[in-house]
């Protein structure tokens, strides 16, 4: 059975840094890109719920999750998600920090990414 899915783009200004590690940074800031891919679900409904529970959260602050890293930042998005209404219907998660890197939830469908 073939699903249906639809990838919805967001972005959002935010900063932090990362203290030490293999690679410390000082207080920084992104333009992020968040995809989120899912399923059976209307596309304002996954609006409102990523406006909501992500970007308005994140757009304009400092990232307060330590250490603030693409893939912890990510996997915080994504448990966002799923604790929300989308949690039936989240199939992918991924955020793009910069035009190199992209980060992907580790709980997301691989077949989605």
């Known amino acids: 059975m073939a699903v249906i899915t ?4 967001f972005h959002f200004r935010a900063t932090h840094h990362l203290d030490g590690g293999p690679a410390p940074e000082a207080l920084h800031g992104h333009d992020y890109r968040l995809e989120v891919t899912t399923s059976d679900v209307d596309r304002a ?3 409102e719920v990523v406006t909501k ?3 308005a959260v ?4 400092q990232i307060e999750i330590a250490p ?5 930042i990510v996997e915080w ?9 989308l ?3 989240l199939r992918a998660s991924s955020l793009r ?5 992209r980060f992907v939830s580790a709980r997301s469908e691989a077949r989605h990414v």
């Not at 639809?6 to 783009?9: A, C, F, L, P």
């Not at 998005?77 to 209404?85: A, E, F, K, N």
Request: aromatic share 0%; net charge positive.
């Open 45 to 47: 409904r996954v609006v």
């Open 6 to 9: 639809r990838t919805d783009v």
């Open 97 to 101: 920090e910069t035009p190199k890197n």
């Open 87 to 89: 949690r039936h219907h």
């Open 68 to 72: 603030a890293t693409g893939e912890n």
């Open 77 to 85: 998005i994504d448990q966002r998600l799923r604790d929300s209404d």
């Open 58 to 61: 994140l757009h304009g602050r």
């Open 53 to 55: 529970h992500v970007v």
